[in-house]
């Protein structure tokens, strides 16, 4: 066979990119120090990239200097931008695209994996990258910033955030560690209350405020706002029995919670807010605003979203 004949016959064997969005440069940014990513992730993403017709890039994260590395991913003007690395890190690229494009495909590379589990329904990193490249289309994610922090999936404020981390360990079996999460937030858990208002209403206060995108919203079938729930337990035996349901099974069952839609959301406390966004935990300042943000990005993502997660 020809070298013609043989190119020819290996560009029929390639699996065909998505018919539902115009991919003819994708760059990829790798952290193997990410999460799940490990050394040998660059190489393996570059195999997977060079089956399909298109120009790839592999841009690793090395040296700390990731946003330079971000802002050269965005300066090559690639149809898409995948991002296999920490939860932050998805977020933060994120952040930088506009409603217009580059797209951005979060892989699953962190801990809690939040916004590519929602996109991919997968935990598996090499099978969402292919779900985006065969059967993705370009979708506009709504979502939410609070203090310059966006966030796409959902926001805990107050002290059941500080369990994330131990429902985290959890989850990947990390007992030990789960347990030490558990009793740090058990010092820390409702020894404050927040005071909110919803667009302008009246004023609340609550235990915790969660909000949540219509993305992954399970109550929300439009993006008209930020699913807001306010936990509000009457006594600490509730409080408990309410953190526990939050981590384990359907929350808005609770008599305890109230939810309604918001576009914009202040919420004040004594002192500095624990918060969990998208899986990243922080500490927002006493006085926090949250707005909704209709057209935050423009994912690269099958339709509808294969939501695993959902909330």
């Not at 004949?5 to 065909?16: G, I, K, M, N, V």
Request: glycine share 8%; net charge neutral; aromatic share 6%.
């Amino acid at each position: 066979m020809t070298d013609v004949a043989q190119t020819l016959s290996d560009a029929d064997e390639r699996p065909a990119l998505t018919p539902h969005a115009q991919i003819r440069h994708a760059v990829m940014l790798v952290n193997p120090l990410s999460g799940s990513v490990g050394p040998r992730a660059a190489a393996e993403a570059e195999t997977i990239l060079a089956g399909y017709d298109l120009k790839a890039q592999i841009m690793t994260f090395e040296g700390g200097n990731f946003d330079q590395i971000i802002a050269d991913a965005f300066a090559a003007k690639p149809d898409v931008i995948f991002v296999l690395a920490g939860d932050g890190t998805a977020r933060s690229v994120a952040s930088k695209a506009s409603p217009n494009g580059p797209m951005i495909a979060p892989l699953p590379g962190g801990t809690m994996n939040m916004l590519p589990k929602a996109l991919y329904g997968t935990a598996d990193w090499k099978l969402a990258l292919k779900r985006a490249l065969e059967e993705g289309e370009p979708q506009a994610v709504s979502g939410g910033e609070v203090q310059g922090e966006y966030f796409y999936c959902a926001a805990i404020l107050g002290s059941p955030a500080l369990w994330a981390p131990a429902r985290e360990a959890m989850r990947t079996g990390k007992i030990k560690l789960a347990w030490q999460y558990g009793r740090r937030a058990l010092k820390r858990a409702f020894s404050g209350r927040l005071r909110f208002t919803l667009d302008g209403g009246e004023k609340r206060r609550t235990e915790a405020l969660v909000l949540i995108s219509p993305m992954i919203s399970k109550a929300m079938e439009d993006p008209i706002g930020l699913e807001a729930a306010a936990m509000d337990p009457s006594d600490t035996t509730q409080a408990f029995r309410l953190a526990a349901t939050a981590l384990f099974s359907d929350w808005r069952q609770d008599p305890a919670v109230s939810t309604r839609p918001a576009k914009l959301i202040e919420v004040r406390a004594r002192s500095k807010i624990p918060a969990v966004i998208d899986g990243e935990p922080l500490l927002l300042k006493p006085e926090a605003v949250i707005r909704f943000v209709p057209k935050a990005f423009k994912a690269l993502a099958p339709r509808p979203p294969s939501a695993e997660d959902s909330i």
